[in-house]
């Protein structure tokens, strides 16, 4: 009923006889990829500048699923940040008369990248590539954002000196999304890339600490595991002791790094304490325990634990025995005598309840009171349900890898999630309540986790579900509709512009309608949703679908 024909095949890059250009100056050379700048799932390509020959500059040409950072970029161009590869330009760019691309142009860094294969000498990091960095984190941080791409592959020199290093581009895509998983701190370690959210300045920081041991010793750190297995580690024997223990350190680099990987984000050092590392006199550093420990161990499953986000970690593998833990009581003792929090006791002592009431102990809501278990003990690190693990800010990157994936699977834990009431609960309790008890973490505003609720319970209608949620949660984003996804569409009078050629084209034989369309214009405009219930009550192919379609169109030419 509402799946659309794809009218036109997706288009692939420009010939060269393709001309056009960005602000009437800067044209993309599609014949020169640069692998090596490529960020996440947009390319890299040389650019040339029409108005001075000399430029040395490249492009990303970006996926309409990439999310680029939008408060960081409008950032950077009112005030350009020190020792980062600077923007010159973006927008989108008209190489065909419905391909339409996201384009940023950059400076080229002259120098190449630091990490050339093999181990970078200890003087090099201390006396240029640290100072540059901290330089840089220092403007940056001033504005409260984070960069979430420094890695060893995303540092460049400057110029052929090799006396200044730039950090690489990071606002083209999702924060942190291109990162490995070993330079996420405890509060992201196990998130999906795309659900790593916005971070704060100490993630980066975090990531300096990594970034120095990558140099030092030529090689990603615990390359041969993977995320699951680097998230336990980190947290059973602290970053520092699972990453850097085994190497041989002078005193005052091991400091630098025990600051920096420091797993409590307010004991983390800073862009500052960064700046004057080696010149303060400072005590021993005191090196990062993983997760917090108590006195009292709780057992599960067969072990034994003193830690609430190890603990937290093992009821998300076998959710029907975490119900039973939580039914005897003993969950809710441990946590107000070990963990000595009597607010989460009470919230758990109500998860008791529920699970009193649940006697038919349906998968779907042990999975429910799992991830409401979860929240508690592991309060700030990532929010889990079934498979999925996310920051609290990165629901919206996780919906839309869903969908540039189309992943039935993530898709339906995504749906499930919303339309249970669990995000709407947590978005409630986490940036609700008042005083010592308030829990704000990055949530969702209440208000979008409701309409995100209410959608999904429509979920059958066109201009509803999840499509509906996605435009929500990502308001920047452009129609991801095959009918119009590579036109970067993003309001409504592109969206008609496109329908319309596409019409053309096809001599007005194919449907230029479907849910991605019916939610992007319920996004983007009001009054319209009469229109979709008769348009999805109808056969395509009949007059009152037709009529309807007509209706629709003529109210969002107004537009």
Known sequence: MLNAEELETPHKNPSEGVKSLLNGRFRV??????????????????????????????????????????????AMEMSPFKNQVDL??????????????????????????????????????????????????????????????????N?????????????????????????????EPLESANAHPFGRGDGDPASDLYAVGVLILH??????????????????????????????AHLHLSQRTGDLLRGLLQDDPARRWDAEMLTHWRSAATDVV?????????????????????????????????????CNLLSSGKLQSWIRNALRDNEAGEEIAFLEQMAADNSRGLMRSETALVAQINSLLNVRGTYWYRELSFARSGLGGLLAYAFYEDSTSMKGMLADLMESGLLL????????????????????????????????????????????????????????????LDANVKNMKQFLDVIEIKLMKSGGKSNPFDRHCAAFIAVKSNGCGKFFNQIGNSSPASIPYTIALIKLFSVLQRY
């Open 215 to 244: 140099l030092l010793t030529g090689e990603l750190p615990a390359k041969d595991l993977n995320t699951e297995e680097l998230y336990l580690r980190k947290l059973e024997m602290g970053s520092f002791g699972f990453l850097a």
């Open 155 to 183: 540092i460049f020199y400057e110029d052929a000196l090799h006396k200044r290093v730039l950090l690489g581009e990071a606002v083209t895509t999702a924060p942190g999304a291109a990162q490995p998983a070993v330079y």
């Open 286 to 322: 005191a090196q990062g325990m993983g997760d917090r420990r108590t006195s009292q161990k709780i057992r599960f499953d067969g072990g034994e634990f003193v830690s609430p986000r190890l603990l937290s970690h093992a009821l998300t593998k076998n959710p029907r025995e975490a």
């Open 425 to 484: 609960k947590a978005a409630i309790h986490e940036t609700g309540g008042s005083g010592k008890g308030k829990r704000t973490r990055g949530w969702i505003a209440h208000s979008r986790a409701s309409n995100c609720f209410d959608h999904m319970k429509q979920k059958k209608n066109p201009g509803f579900g999840l499509e509906r949620c996605l435009y929500e949660l990502n308001p920047s984003m452009s129609c991801l509709s095959p009918i119009v």
């Open 88 to 153: 010159r330009a973006r927008g989108p760019v008209r190489f065909g008369e419905t391909d339409v691309r996201e384009i940023f142009i950059f400076d080229m860094p002259g120098g190449g990248g630091v990490m050339t294969g093999g181990p970078v000498p200890e003087r090099r990091i201390v006396d240029i590539i640290l100072p540059s960095i901290a330089e840089a984190l220092t403007s940056l941080h001033a504005t409260n954002m984070a960069h979430r791409g420094i890695r060893a592959d």
């Open 29 to 74: 050379d599609f014949s020169a990829p640069l692998e090596f700048l490529n960020n996440g799932m947009n390319q890299a390509f040389r650019a040339i500048d029409e108005q001075n020959a000399d430029a040395d500059i490249f492009a990303i040409a970006a996926s309409p699923y990439s999310l680029p950072r939008k408060a960081l970029i409008t």
